[in-house]
């Protein structure tokens, strides 16, 4: 998949609308349009990276670090900082990951349990 065809690029150049929930110069979140909690955001860079796998290669040490910082940023905007909440990153089919450009999960707002796909 090219970055042209990429749901997520599109969603960030904002070809396609989404409910943001938090936009910086490195990440873009916001809604998840099919949610599997009560409450489940999608962090990802804006740089494309299509999976855990290539993120080594392509997030600097600091980027990364980054990247854990806004996921938390974001739950704590998305009001899960008090009861917790889980965050899943899915690489590669056998994860069930759908759209290949890596992207975390934030799910809570109620008890979790369950499969993760």
Known sequence: MTQTDCLFCKIISGEIPSKIINDTENFLSFHDVSPQADVHGLVIPKKHISDVIHASNEFSKDLLGDYFVEISN????????????????????DACQTVFHIHAHILGGNQLSGKMC
Do not use: D, I, Y
Request: aromatic share 10%.
């Open 74 to 93: 974001v739950a704590r905007k998305l009001g899960l900082h008090e009861n917790g909440f889980r965050v899943v990153f899915n690489s590669k089919s």
